[in-house]
C-alpha cells in the first residue's frame, strides 16, 4: 500500500471548510425553494446542488489539481515534495525575459490552481444529482432518519453515482494531471513564430477518450471507485444523519 495516500493532506484540509460550505448551500437553496415554490422535490434538489457546486469548487479545486499530480508522480510532486511546495510548483509559471542580460525569472499566478474547474463541475454535478435523487428516494424524502439506514442508502446511491459518471471523472483527473492532448494551430501573422496550442473541450476529451480507447478507457478504474463509493457514501451520510440529529437536539435543548 506504499503510495495509496499519496496527496491526502490537501484534499483533508479543504473538505472541511468545502464541504461546510457545500451542505450549507444546498440545505438552504433546497428550503427556500421548497418554500416559495411548488417545484417537485426532485427538482429542488437538483437546483440546490448546482447553486452548491460553485462555492465548494472555488474551495476544493487546488487541492484536488495537486493531489491528481501528486498521485500521477508528476515531475516536481514526488515523495519528498511538501504540500506547500506542490503548491508552489503548480501556481509556478516559467516566464523569460529578452534583455542585454537575457535574463529568467520565475512569475507565480492562480490558473493552474483552478485548471479542470468547470471540468470538476461538469463531473460533480450529475454525480452529486444522481447520489443525492437516489438517496431521497431510498429514505422517503424522511428529514431524520438512523444513521445506519442513512449508511446503508449512502453506499447505494454512492456508488450508483460514482460508476454512472466514471467517464467524466477519467477525462477530468486527466486535464488536472495535464494529460490532454493539445491541439496545434497555426499562428496568424508571423510564421516563424511557429504554432499555439489550444487545450480540447470537455466533449472533445470525451468524445476523443472514447473514439481512442473505448468503453474500456472510458470506464477505467471503475471498480476501485465503486469500491471507495460504498465506503465513503455509508461514512458521509451516516455521519450527516447523526450530526443533524446531534444539533437539533442540542438547540431543542437550549430553546426550552
Do not use: H
Not at 16 to 42: C, H
Not at 125 to 143: M, N, Q, T
Request: proline fraction near 5%.
Amino acid at each position: 500500500f506504499d503510495g495509496s495516500y499519496r496527496g491526502i493532506s490537501l484534499p483533508l484540509l479543504s473538505n472541511i471548510p468545502g464541504g461546510a460550505i457545500f451542505f450549507a448551500v444546498k440545505d438552504a437553496s433546497k428550503s427556500f425553494l421548497n418554500q416559495q415554490t411548488n417545484s417537485p422535490r426532485w427538482l429542488s434538489t437538483c437546483l440546490a446542488v448546482a447553486i452548491g457546486q460553485i462555492p465548494y469548487w472555488l474551495v476544493r479545486n487546488p487541492s484536488e489539481v495537486v493531489k491528481t499530480r501528486q498521485q500521477a508522480k508528476m515531475p516536481g510532486y514526488g515523495e519528498d515534495t511538501s504540500a506547500w511546495d506542490a503548491i508552489r510548483n503548480t501556481m509556478k509559471t516559467p516566464s523569460t525575459e529578452t534583455s542585454s542580460s537575457s535574463s529568467s525569472r520565475e512569475e507565480f499566478g492562480v490558473g493552474d490552481l483552478y485548471l479542470g474547474y468547470w471540468e470538476n463541475i461538469y463531473y460533480a454535478y450529475p454525480a452529486d444529482v444522481i447520489k443525492f435523487v437516489c438517496y431521497e428516494y431510498l429514505s422517503g424524502g424522511r428529514k431524520s432518519i438512523p444513521p445506519l439506514e442513512g449508511a446503508v442508502y449512502g453506499a447505494v446511491s454512492t456508488a450508483l453515482a460514482q460508476f454512472t459518471t466514471t467517464p467524466l471523472d477519467v477525462v477530468r483527473n486527466r486535464l488536472m494531471a495535464g494529460s490532454q492532448t493539445a491541439i496545434s494551430l497555426p499562428d496568424e501573422g508571423d510564421s516563424s513564430i511557429g504554432s499555439t496550442t489550444m487545450t480540447p473541450s470537455y466533449l472533445e476529451s470525451l468524445t476523443s477518450l472514447y473514439k481512442e480507447e473505448g468503453l474500456r478507457g472510458m470506464f477505467a478504474g471503475a471498480s476501485p471507485r465503486v469500491g471507495k463509493a460504498i465506503l465513503s457514501g455509508a461514512i458521509q451520510f451516516a455521519t450527516y444523519e447523526e450530526t443533524k440529529t446531534s444539533i437539533a437536539k442540542l438547540f431543542a435543548g437550549k430553546s426550552r
